[in-house]
């Protein structure tokens, strides 16, 4: 039997229509009007031909009028393809042919990228001011969402490999957002501060969990830390969702105790986070909550409250309540705690797989158990701690080595800025760590120095055998690391 729920906006804005749904600009917006300009631009997205089960590439910051056609979007069942506009325009045009979207939708800060794009892009291409100035047609709304329809489609970061449009249904975001709130709480206070992107899992969860929880997000088009410290003061925020390289921005500003007592919670996610930033968060009484998920389960899948962040340091947690985590050997054994493995996971905020790959997602995805494609464990308490990628876990000599643990030791030296570990072949050990390292300013590293400061905080197989140093590592438009590239860039040298 279908399980459908009303519709999400609809619902939201006859419960609680006057209380604020979006801060955006010093603006307030309530749920009735977020509602009600919503429905207006669901009209005119009729008029371009958009109806239920179209599927619409849109290409947008975060701005009041971003959330608005998202709404309005979910509102008329159009699928909405939400792509990162720090693409370039090949991987955007790539993502739009993958996705088969019947029209791009796209704000005018990225007309450089679309008169790229519309060369050879068949669909229709129409930018925002146009959509806002065409007529409001009759707007055929949903009254009833279906929690097993898709109504999102977001590619992976692309970190691994090809990015892969993820199937996002009602019902992931439903289960994501009261997931959320079953472990953080939820209060009428309750305000998130979104300067994550929108188009990514992290921020669009936000806007999923106001609608839900009838709770105010204060939009930021980009991130500033001093323009959030403030923003949590000004607005009385008690939530905020960052990256670590936001956190590391946000500690390096804050002094002790700074953070006001209404503020209860910085939402960790995105990747590893060094340990030491942790530690320092601790002693600075920042809130952490650690946190582990991907675009494949619709946001956070497991949080590690604050009082746990010291004695079970690095960990991310447990699986939130609707969630389940298993650890698993190579032939698919679940092994004990302590023992490393593959990470899978099932709940219903996890996808039911990938657009258009129905092999990937028979690979992906094994009796209800979603694979991760991670490395992690479970002490003996059941926290999960992540280790790192499969496809970049390092074998020296029979050992396991887990690039992120080394890139966390490096980036902790002074003079560091990034630094990115992957094997090298080595004929003794198979493969051995080796480092590329972007050194701060003018600063002089030697690579004796390096491996001084490794022995002391490693064990000595981890410790790079090699050391590069470059002017910057490659990263993805998510800035994530892309040691595939690194790992490409020295077979070539050695073809
Ligand atoms: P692709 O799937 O295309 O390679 P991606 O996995 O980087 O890209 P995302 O869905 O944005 O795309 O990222 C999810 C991944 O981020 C997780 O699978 C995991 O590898 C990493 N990650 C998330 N949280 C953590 C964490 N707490 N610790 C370590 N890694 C994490
Ligand atoms: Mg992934």
Redesign the pocket.
Known sequence: MKQLVPNFLKKRADLTPDRVALIFEETNYTFRQLFEYSREIAGQLCSIGLKKESTAGVLLSNHKDSVMILYALQMLGVRAVILNNRLTSEELLWQLEDSEVDVLLYENAFANKITEIKKTFPRAVIEKEELFQLEVAEAFIENEFDLDDVTTIMY?????????GVLQTFGNHWWSATASALNIGLSDEDRWLCAVPIF??SGYSILMKSVIYGMTVVLHQTFNEKAAIEDILKYRVTTMSVVSTMLLRINERLEVNQLPGHFRCMLL?????PLSLLEDCKEKGIPVY???????TASQFATLAPEYSLSKLGS?GKALFPNQIKIIGKNGEEVSNHSEGEIVVKGPNVTIGYLNRVLETSESIKNGWFH???IGYLDAEGFLY?LD?RSDLIISGGENIYP?EIEGVLMSHPDIADAGVIGFTDSKWGQVPGAFIVAKGNTNLSEGELIEFCTKLLAKYKVPKVFRFVEELPRNA?K?LLRKNLREMVKKEHS
């Open positions: 992976t970061s692309g970190t691994t490999g090809h990015p892969k990514h899992i996610g995105g990747g590893p986070a650690q946190s582990y998920g991907m675009t494949e991310a991760t494609g991670d992540v990628r992120a998510s994530k």
